[in-house]
């Protein structure tokens, strides 16, 4: 259906036919039995039960007739969960936006700087590398994220903005909002409905909450339906109010995948969990030393004096139970679980003990070398993560235009492209090394090299810089004295 006969759809059928999605929507109860370590199955009394014990032997009479029944209780096993999960995705997640994703303008006009400017500005103003993270780490476990920009009233902002950012002015009226953003996801109580063309373009997303009514008491059902133009709201299935949210594109940035990243290693994870938990059940039970007696034992002398000696009588014979099943196979099965785990999602194990025997500290060149498996993740990861960063840069700049007009014709002129930077152990000796050495083997310009070298941002600033100091050089040279 169009957006048009949507809206002329009564609110009950105009609900339903938006909640209509062409993938399947997350289980956000389900993916926290996965993510949350506390749910895992392990925890299940079903899955694995409490033991047994007798705690008091039964008592029979001279006839052999039990007069008192043994006594058994119900104790709970050792529950050891891992959240190997949340390690995962966490590492993957710095390795893909730990490092801020670049942001390069095509262009060396002034007012396309102007807005780039502006653009890094409402970046820094809304942490969006932390931001970063938190839209990655829900994609990846989660399935799915959004963010929504929205405006809200602060006239101080872009008079700090023209002061500081543009250096200009006689700029006349100034906005009096700003740009604001959040995340959404299933986690975090919403449940979205990205709504899809016949073409495959989205034209209106939606999302359901739930939240409390003015009394606090009650909880009601918020939908809210948000496109190119408006963002409208119902409360408990009934239409409540609609408002212009100023833009001509949809404020709201949708990334989703159709399983979580961790999904393959689940069954691995489960049977890790309990083959550890067993393993201390066995150590539990196996810790203290147990004798075993053959004959008549008629008593201890020296009880509790550190030197006791077991008195036997008719050729009794006692010793200790020695534990003939080896742990190396539990410790081997650890470890090819483990090795498993991380090695099908292409995650790196940091930890002290994988990285004390690599001598020195890394260089830049051997850090990509030891971590090249998860470089080859982030791009993969890249295909969805910077196609998302790229629409929200896109937004970013046409919502610039929409709330300062004096600056619409150069949004609507530009472009700007952001790339993910994965994590690295940057060593700028060997940066600059190699930009010397391109620049001085002719095959690139100075201006390449003083880009490789990675020291500035300000590349034709410092090229300028360079040729001047040269020009001084030379000067000085022709005329050494004075």
């Known amino acids: 259906m169009t957006l048009e006969e949507i809206y002329k759809l009564e609110p ?19 993916l926290m039995k996965d993510w949350d370590e506390k749910k895992h199955s ?16 039964e008592v029979r009479d001279a006839k052999n007739n039990v007069t008192k029944p043994a006594k058994y209780e119900w104790r709970d096993v050792n529950r050891i969960a891992v959240p190997i999960e949340q390690d995962i995705v966490n590492i993957h997640t ?7 994703p670049s942001l390069k303008l095509e262009s060396t006009d002034e007012p396309h700087k102007n807005v780039f400017d502006i653009l890094k500005s409402i970046f820094r103003l809304n942490k969006i590398k932390y931001q970063n993270k938190k839209a990655v780490r829900s994609w990846l476990s989660e399935k799915e994220v959004a ?20 250096k200009i002015a006689g700029q006349g009226t100034l906005p009096t909002r700003k740009l604001k953003s959040t995340i959404w996801s299933p986690f975090r109580g919403d449940k979205l409905y990205p709504y899809f063309d016949d073409y ?6 939606s999302r359901e909450y739930e939240s409390t009514d003015v009394d606090g008491t009650n909880k009601v059902t918020m939908f809210m339906s948000i496109d190119k133009q408006k963002v409208t709201i119902y409360k408990n299935g009934d239409y409540l109010k609609d408002f ?12 989703y995948r159709p399983e979580t990243y961790c999904s393959k290693i689940k069954p691995m994870r489960e049977r890790f969990e309990t083959l550890l938990s067993n393993f201390a059940d066995c150590l539990d039970f196996n810790f203290f030393p147990k004798l075993a007696a053959r004959g008549v034992v008629e008593g201890v002398i020296g009880r509790n004096t550190g030197s006791e000696i077991i008195q036997l009588e008719n050729g ?10 080896s742990p190396e196979m539990a410790k081997l099965e650890f470890d090819n679980l483990t090795e498993r785990m991380y090695g099908m999602t292409n995650t790196p194990r940091i930890t002290f003990e994988n990285l004390k025997g690599t001598g020195n500290t890394f260089s830049g060149v051997s850090f990509k070398y030891a971590f090249m498996s998860a470089h080859m993740a982030v791009s993969n990861h890249a295909e969805d993560v910077e196609e998302f960063l790229q629409r929200r840069v896109n937004f970013v700049i046409h919502a610039i235009g929409k709330i300062y007009p004096k600056l619409q014709t150069a949004c609507e002129g530009m472009e700007v492209s952001t790339e993910v930077v994965p994590f690295t152990i940057n060593n700028k000796k060997d940066e600059v090394d190699l930009a010397v050495s391109a620049y001085q083997g002719g095959i690139a310009s100075r ?20 040729e001047d100091d040269e020009a001084k050089k030379n000067e000085q040279s022709k005329y050494p004295i004075g």
């Open 12 to 30: 009950k059928e105009r609900l339903t036919e938006l909640k209509k999605r062409k993938t399947e929507l997350p289980d956000a109860i389900e």
């Open 42 to 57: 392990v925890f299940d009394d079903k899955l694995r039960t409490k033991r047994r014990v007798m705690i008091e032997d």
């Open 94 to 100: 710095a390795f893909t936006v730990g490092v801020e």
């Open 147 to 166: 963010e929504y920009w929205y405006t809200i009233e602060d006239s101080a902002w872009w008079k700090k903005v023209v002061n500081l950012v543009l």
């Open 200 to 205: 495959g373009d989205l034209i209106v997303i």
């Open 244 to 255: 212009d949210h100023m833009f001509e594109k949809i404020p709201v940035i949708y990334m």
């Open 316 to 325: 009794a014979e006692i010793s200790y139970l020695t534990w003939q099943q």
């Open 447 to 466: 201006k390449e090299g003083i880009i490789l070298s990675g020291l500035t941002d300000a590349i034709e600033d410092e090229l300028k810089a360079i």
